[in-house]
C-alpha cells in the first residue's frame, strides 16, 4: 500500500484546497494533508507536524507567503515549499524563486501542479543526498562509499582540477559497463567513454567548474559501452568547498536516463506520425469540444486547425445521417467502446465527401474517460470506384443480354431475308405486287440487321475487322458530311494532333461512334454553338492511370467531341450510356446511340470518360490504344466477282432448322449437293460416311451438343486437309474463339449472320476456288 504523502498547505479557500486534492489524486499521488489559514496555525504545523512538502497561496487575509516562505527555511529548510497562487505575478514569482520556494503553480493551471510536486519533491531527495554525501565526506570516506554501493545513481567525486576522478560507486560498472578500478588506472577514461558527438559539449560545462566560484550544474550526455550499446547520462554536479570557501573538489550523481530518453523519442515519433499521418485525426475531450487536428483534417475538411479547436465535429454534419445512427454512435462511446462507421460529411466550401470513422476513447490511470480520438479515412474515391464498377457491371449484364437477343433475332432475320430473296430469284413467276412485297421484306430485314448491328456494338459482339487508321484523316474525310448533318449555325472546329495518331480500328465502327457523338452535340445546341473535334497522343504511366478509374498505363489516342450545348442534369450522367435511355422527346431518339458509342469503345480496348455542366456543354473523350504507323504497301486490287453455282458436296451443320433448310435450299438451288446436319455429332456420323466426296463444311460455331463449331472444323481438317471450311455465326469472330483470322487456318472464310443470299453464294465459291 502507497505511504501518502505528509503536506502541510497554507489556504484559507476551502474551495482551492478541494481542487489541489484532486489534481493531485487524478495523477495518482496519495496524499495526507494538514491545513493551516493563520501565521499562528501555519508556525505550529511547522513545529508539530511531521511534513514531506509545503504548500501556500500567495496572498491570504492575516498572513502573506513571503514571511511563511521565510519562516519555512528557518524551521524546516529541508522541506521543499511550492506557492499555488492566483495572484502572483511574474516579479513576484521570481523573487520567490530567488528567495528559495522551489517553484509556483498558478491556481488557473493546476494541471501543472502534479509534476511541479514530483520534481520538488525528487529535487529534495537529490538535496538530500547531496547532504547525506557531504556528511559521509566529513565523516569519514568510507561511511560514504557504504551509503553509495546501495545507490542505482552513480556517485562519483573529482578532485579540484578536474582531471582525476577520485571516486566511483559500485554502479559506474553497471551503467557505464567498466570497472571504476579501470577508471582510476586510466583518469582519461571517463571523457574516452562519452560519446564523441557530446564530448565537447561536456567538457566545456565541467571547465566551468574551476571558476572561483564554481556553482551547482546538471547536464545529459550519451556514453558509448564497451558493447558498443549508447546510455543516456542525467549527471548533477555540486561543489565542495572548505571553511574557507575554498572550492576543494565536486562531487556528483549520475543517473542512467535511457530508458526515459526512449520514451521520449518514441512520444516524438508518435507526434510526428500524427502530424504526417494520411488520415484525419481529431482529438476531444468528453464534451466534445476539439482539442487537436493533425494537417491532414485540414486538408480533407477545408478548415484550419485555428477554426476547427474548441468547435464540435458536429460542424462536419452534412443532414445524411439521423438522429438514431448518432444515437448508436453515442451509445458505444459511453460505455467505453471502440465505434467504426461510415459518415456522408460535409466540406467547409459544401461539397460533401465520405469517411470510414473509427473512434476510440481514452481514460486514465483511474479508468475513466477523458479524451476521444477519431481516425478518419477519406473514401470518396473509393466509393466512387465502386458506384463506377457496379455500374459497369450493370452495363456488361445488360449487353450480354442484348448480345443474346441479337443473335437469336439474327437467325430470324437470315431465315426471313434469305426465303425472300429465294423466291425473288424468279421474279417472272410470281405476280408484280408479290415481287414488290418480297423486296419490302428484304429491305425490312435489312433495316433489322442494321439494329441488331447497333446491339451487338453496344455488347461489343459486333463482327470488327481492324487495321490501322489514321484518326485525322477519317475526321478529315467525314468532315463534309458532318458539316451537313449538324447545320449552318454551327461552328465546326477540327484540331488535329502532330504526328498523325494511329489506331487498330473497324473504319465503320469509328465512323459510327464520330456520327453518334456529333448527333447528339448537335440536338444539344438547338440554337447554334460551337463543336470542336479534338485528337491527342498521350502516354500514361501507372501513377496517372490510377487516378482513373478504367485507365491504364499506356500510350493511347484521346479523341475528344466538345459541344457549347445545354449540357447533361448530374442526375442524367450515370445513366447517359444504358440501352434506351434517352432524354429526348419520344420519336427523336431510341436511346442506342451512346449505349453504341460505349459499346464500340470497349470493343477496340478503350474508355470513355465524360465532363459536363448544365447551360455550358459537355465534353466526351474517348481513349483508344495507340499504335505504330503502318508499312505502306501496294493496294490490292478489287474484283467484281459474278453469281456462279457450283457442283461441289457441301456439309451444311446448322442448329436452328428454319436457318438450316433456307440455307439448304439456297445452295441447291445454284446446284449444289447438300448433306444437313443438325449438330456437331450429327455432322460427325454424315462424315463417317461421305467423307471423300465432301468439299466443304459449311458450319455455325454456337453448337447445342459438346461439339463446337471450331472443334468439328479442326477434326474433319485433320483428317482431310484439303476440305474447305466457312465459319457461320451471329456473334463476331472474337466473341466465338479467337481472332477473325483464325478460319484462314483451315483455308476458309467467316460469315457474319444476318447476310444475304449473295454474300452466302459468293463466299462458297470464293472458298471453294480459293487455291
Known amino acids: 500500500m502507497q ?5 502541510l498547505y497554507l489556504e484559507d479557500n476551502l474551495r482551492d484546497r478541494e481542487l489541489v486534492a484532486e489534481a493531485l489524486a487524478a495523477d495518482g499521488l496519495a496524499c495526507e494533508f494538514t491545513y493551516a489559514e493563520t501565521q499562528k496555525g501555519f508556525e505550529r504545523a511547522l513545529e508539530q507536524a511531521s511534513v514531506e512538502l509545503i504548500l501556500s497561496d500567495f496572498t491570504l487575509p492575516s498572513y502573506s507567503g513571503a514571511l511563511a516562505l521565510t519562516a ?58 547531496k547532504n547525506r554525501a557531504e556528511a559521509a565526506l566529513r565523516e569519514s570516506e568510507e561511511r560514504f562509499r557504504q551509503m553509495a554501493e ?99 573538489r565536486l562531487v556528483g550523481i549520475a543517473e542512467d536516463i535511457t530508458a526515459r530518453k526512449a520514451l521520449e523519442e518514441v512520444q516524438r515519433r508518435l507526434a510526428a506520425a500524427v502530424e504526417q499521418a494520411a488520415e484525419a485525426i481529431v482529438i476531444t475531450d468528453v464534451q466534445g469540444a476539439i482539442l487537436y487536428v493533425n494537417p491532414a483534417f485540414e486538408k480533407v475538411t477545408g478548415y484550419s486547425r485555428q477554426e476547427a479547436l474548441g468547435q464540435n465535429p458536429r460542424l462536419l454534419k452534412s443532414g445524411k445521417q439521423d438522429r438514431a445512427f448518432y444515437a448508436r454512435m453515442w451509445g458505444a462511446l459511453l460505455q467505453g467502446q471502440v465505434w467504426h462507421g461510415h459518415l456522408v460529411n460535409q466540406r467547409k ?73 429465294i423466291s425473288l430469284m424468279a421474279p417472272e413467276q410470281l405476280p408484280h405486287a408479290v415481287c414488290d412485297s418480297l423486296r419490302q421484306i428484304v429491305a425490312a430485314a435489312e433495316r433489322a440487321a442494321n439494329l441488331t448491328r447497333q446491339l451487338l456494338a453496344f455488347s461489343r459482339k459486333q463482327v470488327m475487322q481492324a487495321q490501322p487508321l489514321n484518326l485525322n484523316e477519317l475526321i478529315a474525310n467525314l468532315t463534309k458530311m458532318l458539316a451537313r448533318i449538324i447545320g449552318e449555325n454551327i461552328r ?19 465512323e459510327q461512334v464520330l456520327l453518334n457523338l456529333v448527333v447528339n452535340a448537335r440536338d444539344a ?56 435511355f434517352t432524354t429526348k422527346e419520344a420519336g427523336q431518339g431510341t436511346g442506342l446511340g451512346l449505349a453504341v458509342v460505349y459499346g464500340i469503345v470497349k470493343q477496340h480496348q478503350g474508355w470513355i470518360e465524360v465532363a459536363s455542366q448544365l447551360g455550358a456543354g459537355s465534353t466526351f473523350n474517348l481513349f483508344v490504344p495507340a499504335v505504330p504507323p503502318p508499312v505502306q504497301g501496294a493496294a490490292a486490287p478489287s474484283v467484281e466477282a459474278d453469281l456462279p453455282g457450283g457442283r461441289e458436296t457441301i456439309l451444311l451443320v446448322e442448329d436452328d432448322f428454319a436457318v438450316r433448310r433456307m440455307t439448304e435450299r439456297l ?15 450429327e455432322a460427325q456420323d454424315i462424315w463417317r460416311s461421305h467423307a471423300p466426296e465432301i468439299d466443304l463444311l459449311l458450319t455455325d460455331i454456337i453448337m447445342p451438343d459438346s461439339i463446337t463449331g471450331r472443334e468439328l472444323a479442326e477434326q474433319l481438317h485433320e483428317q482431310k486437309p484439303q476440305l474447305k471450311v466457312i465459319f457461320m455465326s451471329g456473334y463476331s469472330a472474337e466473341v466465338v474463339g479467337g481472332k477473325p483470322d483464325y478460319a484462314r487456318r483451315f483455308k476458309g472464310c467467316f460469315l457474319q449472320k444476318p447476310c444475304s443470299s449473295r454474300t452466302i453464294i459468293e463466299t462458297v465459291r470464293h472458298c471453294l476456288d480459293e487455291p
Open 525 to 580: 445546341m438547338p440554337h447554334g454553338g460551337k463543336l470542336s473535334i479534338t485528337t491527342e497522343l498521350l502516354t500514361l504511366d501507372a501513377a496517372q492511370a490510377g487516378t482513373r478509374p478504367e485507365a491504364r498505363a499506356g500510350e493511347f489516342v484521346r479523341l475528344a467531341v466538345r459541344d457549347t450545348g445545354t449540357g447533361i442534369a448530374p442526375q442524367h450522367l450515370p445513366h447517359i450510356f444504358e440501352p434506351f
Open 72 to 129: 519555512a527555511h528557518q524551521m524546516r529548510p529541508e522541506v521543499p515549499f511550492l506557492f499555488v497562487s492566483g495572484t502572483i505575478g511574474e516579479e513576484r514569482a521570481v523573487e520567490s524563486l530567488k528567495s528559495g520556494a522551489t517553484d509556483y503553480v498558478l491556481k488557473g493551471r493546476l494541471t501543472r501542479l502534479p509534476a511541479a510536486v514530483r520534481r520538488a519533491l525528487h529535487e529534495a531527495e537529490l538535496r538530500r543526498a
Open 492 to 510: 465546326l472546329q477540327c484540331t488535329y494532333s502532330t504526328p498523325s495518331p494511329f489506331v487498330e480500328a473497324d473504319i465503320g465502327m469509328l
Open 3 to 7: 505511504t501518502p504523502l505528509r503536506i
Open 150 to 248: 546501495n545507490i542505482e545513481c552513480v556517485f562519483w567525486m573529482s578532485n579540484a582540477e578536474l582531471n582525476r576522478m577520485l571516486y566511483v560507486s559500485p554502479a559506474y560498472e553497471r551503467v557505464w559497463g567498466r570497472t571504476p578500478a579501470s577508471l582510476y588506472a586510466q583518469p582519461g577514461s571517463f571523457f574516452e567513454a562519452v560519446h564523441p558527438a557530446d564530448r565537447r559539449f561536456v567538457l566545456a560545462n565541467l571547465e566551468q567548474k574551476q571558476l572561483a566560484q564554481p556553482e551547482e550544474f546538471e547536464i545529459e550526455y550519451r556514453i558509448v559501452r564497451p558493447d558498443g550499446s549508447l546510455r543516456w547520462i542525467r549527471d548533477r554536479g555540486f561543489p565542495i568547498r572548505n571553511a574557507a570557501g575554498q572550492f576543494q
Open 667 to 681: 445452295l441447291e438451288i445454284f446446284g449444289y449437293r447438300v448433306w444437313p446436319a443438325a449438330s456437331g455429332l
Open 349 to 421: 466550401d459544401g461539397a460533401l465527401y465520405e469517411e470510414d470513422v473509427s473512434i476510440t476513447p481514452i481514460r486514465d490511470v483511474t479508468g475513466q474517460i477523458i479524451n476521444y480520438v477519431a481516425v478518419k479515412r477519406d473514401v470518396s474515391h473509393e466509393a466512387l470506384l465502386q458506384a463506377q464498377l457496379r455500374h459497369a457491371q450493370k452495363m456488361e449484364a445488360i449487353g450480354q443480354l442484348a448480345g443474346g437477343v441479337a443473335h437469336d433475332f439474327n437467325n430470324l432475320l437470315v431465315v426471313i431475308r434469305g426465303n425472300a430473296e
